[in-house]
């Protein structure tokens, strides 16, 4: 009996090393967690050249599917997150998938659509996770901000705050992108600082819709990009 239990302890006890050692090199190597998420959300890491004249929404979807593919992401549809407004008018919201949506990093930024815009008071009361540190750009990097130089926090949506077009006779989207002289764009911000509010949508319109008026508001043509698929 006493051989007996001894034998017991040693083969509980090997059997428990075994098992520790296993997780360990698990852990080592990076076996045993779960791969990050693709990347399905990015904020371009430079604007078209043009102001606000994108060619579009077909010119600003391509603009973020040639920064996309330049990072070996280019197997998804990426939509830029822009609304137009008049005839045919289209919301940002609606183009861009039902998420989640993830940066570069693997870091979830917003569940679905309604999260993304806080539909709901409850789940606007959480908020999404667009920050500084997470609006990372298609190469990962965290991009310029309040207090950095230059200041590029300005990103074009011509959205209003719930992602939807406006339905004014104002212009908020550069004649839907394709003017780079006259007009103005509604800017969000990807950090949530300045301008009055912390939407990373909707804070306030650019001085004119050519790249020096953008960048004279701190920004320098840049859009969100969300993958659709």
């Known amino acids: 009996m006493l051989n007996t239990g001894r034998n017991i302890r040693f083969i509980l006890g090997a059997a428990m090393l075994l098992l520790s050692t296993t997780a360990f090199g698990q852990a080592k190597d990076g076996k045993g967690k779960g791969a990050p998420a ?26 973020c599917q040639m920064l996309a593919a330049a990072v070996g992401r280019g197997s998804s ?29 693997g870091q979830v930024i917003a569940a679905n659509v309604a999260e993304l815009h806080g539909d709901t ?20 990097e965290v991009m310029n901000g309040l207090g950095d130089t230059p200041n590029e926090h300005d990103i074009l949506t011509g959205s209003q705050p719930d992602g939807r077009a406006y339905t004014d006779a104002a212009d908020h989207t550069c004649s839907n992108w394709t ?24 804070v306030h319109p650019s001085q004119g819709c050519g790249q020096q008026n953008l960048v004279a508001t701190g920004g320098a043509g840049k859009l969100y990009c969300f993958a659709i698929n």
């Open 38 to 63: 693709p990347m399905s959300f990015f904020v371009t890491s430079v604007g078209a050249g043009k102001g606000a004249d994108l060619g579009g929404l077909a010119g600003a979807d391509m603009h």
């Open 77 to 105: 549809t990426w939509h830029a997150y822009l609304s137009t407004q008049g005839a045919g008018a289209v919301n940002a919201r609606d183009r861009i998938g039902t998420g989640p949506w993830a940066n570069a990093k």
């Open 121 to 140: 008071l409850e789940i606007a009361r959480m908020g999404n996770r667009i920050t500084k540190t997470s609006a990372l750009s298609e190469k990962g």
């Open 179 to 202: 003017s780079s002289g006259m007009g103005t764009a509604q800017l969000g911000h990807f950090d949530r600082m300045g301008g009055g509010n912390a939407s990373w949508n909707s």
